[in-house]
Every structure is written in C-alpha cells, then in structure tokens.
C-alpha cells in the first residue's frame, strides 16, 4: 500500500526542481501526478520518471498566471485522472534587483507567477476538494520572506504566500481542506544557480559560503523540502493546517 493511493496530485512548476522532486516523490508514494510546467518538455520528462517507476501521471503545459490556462489544466486533471485531492504551488521566478532599479515589470512577473499563481490554482482546485470534503494545498513560500536585500519583489510575495495559506485555511477547513506553506532556505536547484550566475559567483563556491552560515552546515537538495511537502499532503498530517514550515538548515536560511 502506498500512501497516497488513490489519490490525484496536481503540481505546477514541476518540471524542475523542487516541484519535480515533489512530484516523483508523490508517484512513488501511490499517487497519480499532474505535472504541470511552463514548457510541455520538462512536465513531460518529470511525468515519464514517474511512469517509469510504475506511476500514474500527465505532463500539462500551462502558464500560472493565466486564468484560463489554469482553469483548464485542473479541469483536464480531474477529467483523466479522476479526482483532484492535493496541490502543490511551486512555480516560481525571480527577477532581483534593489528598489530603486526594480522595474515595474519586474515586480509584476514575480508577484503574478508566484501570488496571483498560487491565487488561481487554489481557486481551482478547491471546487473539486470542498465539493468531496476533502484536500491538501501547499504553497512555496520562502526564508526570504523574512526579508533579503533585491529581493522586493519576491520577498513580498513569499510573505503574502503565508497569509493566503492561513486565510485559505480558516476559509476551506470547515470542509476538510488543509491549507499550509513550506517556506525553504537555500535548495541547489537552477533557481539557485541563477543567482550565482547574476551575482558573478561561482556556483560550488556560493554553496560553500551559504553552507558556512546554515547550522546544518550544507545546502538543501529538493529532496529534503519534497519530503515536508508530502507530509503536509499527507493524512498523518490531517490536524496541521494554516502553518508555515522553514526548511532551511536552522531557524532561518
Ligand atoms: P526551478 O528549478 O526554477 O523550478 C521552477 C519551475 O517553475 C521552472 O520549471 C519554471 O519554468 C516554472 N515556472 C516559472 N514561471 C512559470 C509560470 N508562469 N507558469 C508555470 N510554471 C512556471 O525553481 P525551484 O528552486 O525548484 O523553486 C520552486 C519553488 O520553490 C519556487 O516557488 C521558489 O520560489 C521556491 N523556493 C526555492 C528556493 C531555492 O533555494 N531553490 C528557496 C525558497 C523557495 P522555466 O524554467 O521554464 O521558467
């Protein structure tokens, strides 16, 4: 038996990284997977590991920020894989810079991917969860919703992350839908070593310096947040909801 049989999971932004991590981990913990990504090839590739290993899943090309595109994609998820109980929010952008030289189009692509994103899909997928009272939402939130320098942007939307898990929260629990957020600290995923790349560091050389400040003493791998990720979604975690969870080597990342 696995733990997540029978159960459907959609995830955006799970060609890649975190959120592929996440995906394979539900697949081969019973789950039938949604694999939702900006481009049709990395959702493809994630999907295929996850038949590959004896999963259910359907690789979906969409854009989070577009409304229709997002309503679709559920729409289509619950039309072939039967149901929908879990999201998963990871897409995600960044677009750093110090106020005064953030555009206005840099603030709005990385509030729309990741606020107004994880807005649409939850307003999507909760029809299908409160209809069948029941579902788990998690959203990517971030350490650097406490507050980084050029980050704010994504500072802004990490923090607003937490409050929408904990209003969506209070508002779906009367109907079995648990809402939470992980929020992790420095993971090595592409995300990470764009930054290296701006800031013109080498990439084994940032890890090294972030290593030395975190107190467990090394980066985190996707793994390490995929496996909060589907403890949230899980039922052992059924009485845990509106809750921010750090996964970042120490208090803070
Ligand atoms: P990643 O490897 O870059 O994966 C993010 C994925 O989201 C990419 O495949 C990206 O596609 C996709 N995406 C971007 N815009 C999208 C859109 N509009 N619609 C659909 N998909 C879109 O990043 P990651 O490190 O796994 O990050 C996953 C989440 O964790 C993000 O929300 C991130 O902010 C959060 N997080 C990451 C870290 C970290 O250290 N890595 C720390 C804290 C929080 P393209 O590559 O084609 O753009």
Redesign the pocket.
């Known amino acids: 038996m696995g733990r997540f049989d029978g159960r459907v999971a959609f995830l955006?932004?799970?060609?890649?990284?975190?959120?592929?991590a996440t995906a394979k981990l539900l697949g081969a913990q019973g789950a039938a997977v949604a694999v939702?990504?900006?481009?049709l090839e990395?959702a493809a590739e994630t999907a295929a590991a996850i038949a590959e290993a004896g999963g259910r899943s359907l690789a979906l090309a969409?854009?989070?920020?577009d409304t229709a595109q997002v309503d679709q994609a559920i729409e289509r998820t619950v039309a072939e894989l039967g149901r929908l109980d879990i999201l998963v929010?990871?897409?995600?952008?960044?677009r750093d810079n110090l106020l005064f030289r953030m555009s206005d189009a840099d603030w709005d692509a990385v509030i729309?991917?990741?606020l107004k994103?994880s807005f649409l899909a939850a307003r999507a997928a909760q029809r299908h969860m409160v209809a069948q009272r029941y579902g788990k939402i998690v959203f990517?939130?971030?350490?650097?919703a406490l507050g980084n320098r050029g980050q704010a942007n994504?500072s802004a939307a990490?923090a607003g992350l937490q409050g929408l898990a904990r209003t969506l929260a209070i508002e779906l629990g009367p109907f079995n839908v648990n809402v939470n957020a992980v929020?992790?600290?420095?993971?090595?995923?592409?995300?990470?070593r764009?930054t290296a790349e701006r800031l013109g560091v080498e990439y084994e050389q940032f890890k090294a310096d972030v290593a030395a400040t975190t107190p467990l003493r090394r980066v985190?791998q996707?793994e390490d947040?995929a496996h909060v990720i589907a403890f949230l979604v899980s039922d052992e975690a059924s009485y845990v909801s509106g809750q921010t969870i750090y996964v970042a080597g120490g208090p803070r990342?």
């Open positions: 955006t932004g799970a060609g890649r990284g975190i959120g592929a939702a990504d900006l481009e990395p969409l854009d989070v920020t929010a990871c897409a995600g952008i960044l729309d991917t990741h994103g990517l939130s971030s350490t650097s994504y990490k929020a992790p600290g420095f993971i090595e995923t592409r995300m990470t764009a985190g996707p947040v990342g």
